[in-house]
Structures are given as structure tokens and as C-alpha cells.
């Protein structure tokens, strides 16, 4: 089942367009990535999902119900968790995650469910003002989930955190969305831990979505990347500019980088060679998420 559905969304800002059509979605219990520079469109498709802003045009549903037309019934089934999570300093963690429990009509039994899960039962009785940040990270996580949210939306979760704190911080997302089927759309700049914790990533660029991939998961939605070298690159070009079976083609030190199935990769050099076109070597390129990042949002650049 789709949680969150954004279909075409666009967004304005002024007489600048921010998102320019972009779609996706987040099925239950997947952990989902959004990747990409600083400006790219992040932070705006963001405030879109948590009702702060409008889009201009395009739909974004969660559990079905439209944002714009059922705005109340839309978020009931959010839960957030941003850089910095606002937390009563002069508070325990018990008393902050209570002050919710009570507004949400929520039993000290589900609370204590939800501590455990963040692995804070031995703290949750200290002042806040003593949490380090991972812990305060643990406590916001915590207080998103106290509503049973059926979409977490965590933005940076993991800045400031150190390397323990991010293994932890992982694993407890990861229980999240598996035990509980919570769907988790993250936000991040770190690529490593998108990559280790996420079943799928989409990669923004421009307000653009540049390409949307499996990770760790299902990899039929993929194509494979090759790696193509010819005697003709501008005639090479033209050829696989015109065949519909071949995505994303960056020109880097050369070479080609295709995105494209294997079982067209014969089509695409007999339509090569049908032109002339001498090919020097294709081939296969193993990739990870890091390489895609740079092929996708930077166009190869370092």
C-alpha cells in the first residue's frame, strides 16, 4: 500500500519555480531517501509534506487522503523529526513524551513500548538539559512515534551525531518502519548512511527528480549502468539521444554512462554500428550510491 503518494507537485516561490513536477512514493513499512545538493529542493518539498506550505500544483496524498483538500486528516498520520527537535529542556523525557501521550489520548503502556524501541529506558527519567544529542535525536524520534504515525519524515536526522550515535540511530529507524510498518521518508546529505539504511532513494537536483532506485531491495525498477566508449562521441550522441530504452546519459573523461537494461544493450550497438560508429569497449559499470550521486545531481563533477 502507497503512504505517501506526490504526484507532479509543483512549487513557486515568487516568480521562481522551486519543484518542477516532481513524483514518487513511499510504500508501508519502506525506508525512503531523498538525495541532493543544498538548494536542490529538499527543505521545500519537505514543508510540503508537513502542511507548512502549499504546492502550486500536483497532488500529495498520505494514506489516500488528499493534502489540500483533507489537510487535518492528511497529517494526522505524520510524524517528524527535523534537525533539532523541540524538546522541554526543564523536563524528563517521560514528562515530554507524556505531555503528547495525554493531547494524543495515549497509554503509559504504548510510551513505554515506544522507550524501549529508541533504547532510552535507562535515561527517559533524567532532565533533558542532561541528554547528549544523540539522545535528544532518540527522544524526538520517540515523541514522533508516540502518535503511531503511518509516515515518519525525518530531515538530517544524524547531523551533529557521532559515529555510535548514527549506528544507533539506524538501527532504531529501522525497527520503526519494519516492526511497526511505519513508512520513513529521510532527508540527508550523509550518503553512506542513506545507503545502509534505505530500501529506495530518489535523487533531486534543480527542483527536479533526477532518477528514483532500489537500494537494498527489490532491483527490478533498476537499470544497469554501462560504460561506453566510441571513435565518434557527437554521432554517438545523436544515436543514443533517439533510443527510448536508454536513461540518464552523462559524458564524462570520454566515455558514456548509460543507464539502460541488459537485454537491450545488443540493440543499442547494432544501432551503432548500423551508423558507422566504431565502439571501442562497453561494458558494465559496478555502482554505488555515491557513484549514482555524481553521475545523477553533479553530472560526474568533484
Given at each position: 500500500m502507497?503512504?505517501?503518494?506526490?504526484?507532479?507537485?509543483?512549487?513557486?516561490?515568487?516568480?521562481?519555480?522551486?519543484?518542477k513536477g516532481?513524483?514518487?512514493?513511499?510504500?508501508?513499512?519502506?525506508?525512503?531517501?531523498?538525495?541532493?545538493p543544498?538548494?536542490?529542493?529538499?527543505?521545500?518539498?519537505?514543508?510540503?509534506?508537513?502542511?507548512?506550505?502549499?504546492?502550486?500544483?500536483?497532488e500529495?496524498?498520505?494514506?489516500?487522503?488528499?493534502?489540500?483538500?483533507?489537510?487535518?486528516?492528511?497529517?494526522?498520520?505524520?510524524?517528524?523529526?527535523?534537525?533539532?527537535?523541540?524538546?522541554?529542556?526543564?523536563?524528563?523525557?517521560?514528562?515530554?513524551?507524556?505531555?503528547?501521550?495525554?493531547?494524543?489520548?495515549?497509554?503509559?503502556?504504548?510510551?513505554?513500548q515506544?522507550?524501549?524501541l529508541?533504547?532510552?529506558?535507562e535515561?527517559i527519567?533524567?532532565?533533558?538539559?542532561?541528554?547528549?544529542?544523540?539522545?535528544?535525536?532518540?527522544?524526538?524520534?520517540?515523541?514522533?512515534?508516540i502518535?503511531?504515525?503511518?509516515l515518519?519524515?525525518?530531515?538530517?536526522?544524524?547531523?551533529?551525531?557521532?559515529?555510535?550515535?548514527?549506528?544507533?540511530?539506524r538501527?532504531?529507524?529501522?525497527?520503526?518502519?519494519?516492526?511497526?510498518?511505519?513508512?520513513?521518508?529521510?532527508?540527508?546529505?550523509?550518503?553512506?548512511?542513506?545507503?545502509?539504511?534505505?530500501?529506495?532513494?530518489?535523487?533531486?537536483?534543480?527542483?527536479v527528480?533526477?532518477?528514483?532506485?532500489?537500494l537494498n531491495?527489490?532491483?527490478?525498477?533498476?537499470?544497469?549502468?554501462?560504460?561506453?566508449?566510441?571513435?565518434?562521441?557527437?554521432k554517438?550522441?545523436?544515436?543514443?539521444?533517439?533510443?527510448?530504452?536508454?536513461?540518464?546519459?552523462?559524458?564524462?573523461?570520454?566515455?558514456?554512462?548509460?543507464?539502460?537494461?541488459?537485454?537491450?544493450?545488443?540493440?543499442?550497438?547494432?544501432?551503432?554500428?548500423?551508423?558507422?560508429?566504431?565502439?571501442?569497449?562497453?561494458?558494465?559499470?559496478q555502482?554505488?550510491?555515491?557513484?549514482?550521486?555524481?553521475?545523477?545531481?553533479?553530472?560526474?563533477?568533484?
Amino acid at each position: 500500500m502507497k503512504t505517501l503518494e506526490v504526484k507532479d507537485v509543483k512549487k513557486r516561490l515568487g516568480k521562481r519555480e522551486i519543484i518542477k513536477g516532481i513524483t514518487f512514493s513511499v510504500e508501508e513499512g519502506e525506508v525512503f531517501g531523498f538525495i541532493g545538493p543544498n538548494g536542490a529542493g529538499k527543505t521545500t518539498t519537505i514543508r510540503m509534506l508537513v502542511g507548512l506550505i502549499s504546492q502550486n500544483s500536483g497532488e500529495i496524498k498520505i494514506m489516500g487522503h488528499d493534502i489540500h483538500m483533507e489537510r487535518e486528516k492528511a497529517l494526522s498520520y505524520v510524524g517528524a523529526v527535523v534537525e533539532n527537535p523541540e524538546l522541554y529542556k526543564y523536563l524528563s523525557g517521560w514528562e515530554n513524551l507524556m505531555q503528547i501521550a495525554r493531547i494524543r489520548n495515549i497509554d503509559k503502556e504504548y510510551v513505554q513500548q515506544i522507550v524501549d524501541l529508541v533504547e532510552l529506558k535507562e535515561r527517559i527519567n533524567d532532565k533533558v538539559k542532561k541528554y547528549s544529542l544523540g539522545m535528544k535525536q532518540r527522544l524526538g524520534l520517540a515523541a514522533s512515534l508516540i502518535s503511531k504515525p503511518k509516515l515518519l519524515i525525518l530531515d538530517e536526522p544524524t547531523n551533529g551525531l557521532d559515529p555510535t550515535g548514527i549506528m544507533d540511530f539506524r538501527e532504531i529507524v529501522r525497527k520503526a518502519a519494519k516492526g511497526t510498518g511505519t513508512a520513513v521518508f529521510i532527508s540527508s546529505h550523509i550518503l553512506s548512511e542513506i545507503e545502509q539504511v534505505c530500501d529506495k532513494v530518489a535523487f533531486i537536483n534543480g527542483g527536479v527528480i533526477q532518477s528514483e532506485e532500489y537500494l537494498n531491495g527489490d532491483k527490478k525498477a533498476n537499470k544497469e549502468v554501462y560504460i561506453l566508449s566510441t571513435f565518434d562521441d557527437e554521432k554517438a550522441r545523436k544515436v543514443l539521444n533517439k533510443l527510448e530504452y536508454v536513461q540518464n546519459i552523462i559524458y564524462r573523461d570520454g566515455k558514456f554512462i548509460l543507464d539502460i537494461d541488459s537485454e537491450n544493450i545488443s540493440d543499442m550497438i547494432f544501432k551503432l554500428s548500423e551508423e558507422k560508429i566504431p565502439i571501442e569497449e562497453a561494458y558494465k559499470k559496478q555502482k554505488d550510491l555515491e557513484d549514482r550521486y555524481l553521475e545523477l545531481v553533479e553530472g560526474g563533477k568533484r
